[in-house]
């Protein structure tokens, strides 16, 4: 753990705050537990905002499902991907009826991260510009291309199969020579020969 400004953090991720680089965490069922208690008793959320480093609309957020279905709104969610439609459905709810991140964040289960990202994407590209998905992972024809094995014939399977008795010969003589300098040894200090 490093302290940044009297502020516990983890040091994992960097994010720039108004100006100032504080570090992001990652924060566990027991540490937004801790939280859930500490605003229970009386703890402001910009408080703890500044003194753990977790998003204040991200602690809201919680503390309101907190207060209404207990600590199983601390444990982690399953993560699934959104549909076109329900994006579209969720950012014209905040465009045309002006409601906040926090709102749509508790209404429709989206983290305001997400919301925000959304938005930017509507506010840049327009309602169509949500229907696009980016592929995940690795693009086809990465990496290094496939080695295409064509059959071989019975002269190269014997050269190949040769040239890996030669390799083995090779090996089998270096381990003898190695055997056969350290009987030397033994046998120049006085212990006598090895039992392997």
């Known amino acids: 753990m490093q302290s940044v400004y009297n502020v516990e953090v983890n040091p994992k991720v960097w994010t720039k705050n108004f100006g100032v680089y504080f570090m992001q965490k990652k924060h566990d069922y027991s540490a937004l537990l801790k939280y859930m208690h500490m605003l229970e008793d009386g703890y402001s959320i910009k408080y703890i905002h500044i003194k ?3 998003d204040s609309l991200r602690l809201s957020k919680l503390w309101f499902l907190y207060q209404k279905e207990g600590t199983k709104v601390l444990h982690r969610q399953e993560y699934s991907r959104s549909t076109a439609t329900f994006r579209h459905k969720v950012v014209l709810d905040i465009e045309n009826n002006g409601i906040s991140l926090l709102q ?3 209404k429709y289960g989206v983290s305001a991260s997400r919301l925000k990202v959304w938005l930017r994407t509507y506010r840049q590209g327009g309602i169509e510009a949500l229907s696009i ?3 995940r992972g690795r693009r086809s024809g990465m990496g290094r291309p496939k080695k295409v094995q064509k059959p071989e014939t019975e002269l190269e399977r014997l050269r190949r199969e040769n040239q890996e008795l030669k390799t083995e010969v090779a090996l089998l003589k270096k ?10 040894r033994l046998r120049a200090i006085g212990r006598g020969q090895s039992e392997n």
């Open 175 to 184: 381990v003898k020579a190695l055997v056969e300098e350290r009987e030397a």
């Open 104 to 106: 749509a964040s508790i």
């Open 133 to 135: 998905t980016k592929k």
């Open 52 to 54: 753990y480093g977790i």
